[in-house]
């Protein structure tokens, strides 16, 4: 469409102060509604570029939203900013190092993913002043998507009612609209309780909950041969009642996170996982209670979206690496197995090119099975406002996700670039639907069609508050 160039030359010229905010984030990471420097770095920003802003969204702290223009229909640009725990690691090295023994470090890219979005919403604001367009930006800044589901808590408090359409993306090895499938997940406390006592003078009268813990994890185990295979659960023991081997523990906490590829299909598995711990607290004469922690939904797809991004990259092309970040890629390839990089084309079902170290082309839509896909909150953004997501080139190919080599290559120039590139796709995407309202309507016609009718049922009950320190699951 004829409004690309003109809003790609736009996200060229303010680029540096997001690559600054990008670098900014990485040096200070923050975990689950942790994110207070992060999210303040984002409002400053906000603010500096003349956004209305909301702090504290959702009743979230570190949630916060920037909105730009008038009337007329809401673009929402969905960014993130929170880290992992124990990735730290030094930048640009291609070892293993850590800046902080035992620290945070940014191993999914949202300290580019945030940047970059809101990069893309600038871009929005300013070429809808400079040409007099009716329609609202939004860029929403959304703490917590690894393990807290802040969107499934804002899709809750209602802040997305009044958005039109939904735009994000995601930093990776290669370009391209994203597939939307996604699994659906739920994370879930069980909490054992028993009966202490001493372990050889009285050990009959000792009721073991970290035994209950163990015969639970031994029951699910056993339900991995009879459930769907796209389905997965996994678990960590958060409390095994102590450290004391001569005292019976008394509690002992484990911590599910149980995906599938739908929501019923999610539904079904939780059910069948709190049967097994009903099962164990009965063979251990403890007792249990579960508590669901947060949740996530599947992607909803969208095709009128997915073409209207795809035909945004195929202009665009890929991102413009030069020598050096093709040279500085090769050296982390090293670090890698050759299963590493392997995977990162079947995820989109590419055929591997020998000796290509950084992306060098876009993907085609519908990329890839999903048979090597996660779970992410933006599903549930997904079921009330029509979504599009891409995958943004910001590392070298065959790079872990989660991983100390994907921390040490966020502040790369090749980072940089791959941020630069996704924020002009998503701009130049959301001023062709300002510009063409048709677009929109066949959008929400699509996303309408896809639900058929169903009713959404948020995967977070009602009664469930995020993990705030005030809400602590104990």
């Known amino acids: 469409m ?57 009743n979230l702290p570190t949630a916060v939203m ?71 930006v939004r860029y929403y800044g959304c703490p917590a998507e690894e393990g807290g ?59 073991s909950a970290l035994d209950a813990v163990e015969l639970m994890n031994v029951g699910v185990n056993y339900m991995r041969e009879h ?20 005292v019976v523990q008394a509690r002992a906490t484990v911590r599910y996170l149980v995906r599938a590829r739908d929501l019923p299909e999610l539904n079904n598995l939780v059910a069948r996982v709190k049967k097994v711990a009903d099962g164990a607290a009965l063979m251990t004469e403890t007792t249990v209670r579960s508590r669901i922690i947060s949740g996530d939904a599947n992607l909803v797809g969208n095709t009128p979206l997915e073409a209207l991004m795809h035909s945004q990259l195929e202009r665009l092309g890929p991102p413009e690496f030069d020598e050096a970040d093709h040279e500085t890629a090769r050296k982390f390839q090293e670090t890698f197995s050759q299963e590493d990089i392997a995977a990162s084309y079947l995820r989109f079902n590419i055929t591997p090119k020998k ?36 995958r943004g080139a910001t590392c070298a190919i065959g790079t872990p996700g989660h991983s100390w080599q994907l921390v040490a290559q966020g502040k790369l120039p090749a980072a940089h670039k791959g941020m630069e590139h996704a924020a002009k796709v998503m701009a130049g995407t959301a001023v062709d639907l300002l510009a063409n309202p048709d677009l929109i309507e066949a959008a929400k016609a699509d996303h309408r069609k896809r639900l058929d009718g169903r009713p959404f049922v948020n995967p977070i009950p009602d009664d469930v508050q995020p993990p705030l320190p005030e809400n602590t699951d104990v």
């Open 355 to 390: 000796g290509q170290a950084l992306c060098d082309s876009i993907f085609p839509p519908e990329s890839g099975d999903g048979s090597i896909v996660g779970s992410t909150d933006v599903g549930t953004v997904s079921w009330v406002v029509p979504t599009v997501q891409m």
């Open 2 to 58: 004829r409004n690309s160039g003109e809003i790609w030359e736009i996200v060229e010229a303010k680029r540096d102060a997001f690559y600054e905010l990008s670098d900014r984030v990485w040096e200070t990471p923050e975990t689950n509604y942790e994110e207070y420097r992060s999210s303040d770095e984002h409002a400053h920003l906000l603010e500096k570029e003349g956004f209305r802003v909301t702090r504290g969204i959702a």
């Open 227 to 246: 459930m769907p295979s796209s389905a997965r659960i996994h678990y960590a023991v958060t409390d095994t009642g102590g450290s004391a081997p001569n």
């Open 66 to 136: 920037g909105e730009a223009g008038e009337d007329g229909p809401v673009i929402a640009i969905l960014g993130e900013f929170d880290a992992l725990p124990g990735l730290s690691q030094v930048a640009g090295l291609a070892e293993e190092r850590p800046l902080i023994e035992g620290g945070n470090g940014h191993g999914c890219g949202h300290n580019l993913l945030g940047s970059g979005s809101m990069l893309a919403a600038a871009a929005v604001k300013d070429y809808l002043a400079k040409n007099n367009l009716k329609g609202r």
């Open 149 to 207: 589901s802040s969107k499934g808590f804002m899709v809750r408090a209602g802040v997305f009612d009044d958005v039109d359409i939904a735009i994000s993306w995601h930093p990776a090895a290669l370009a391209g609209v994203n597939n939307p499938i996604s699994l659906a997940c739920n994370e879930i406390n069980f909490h054992f309780s028993g009966r202490a006592s001493h372990a050889s003078a009285t050990p009959h009268l000792g009721r």
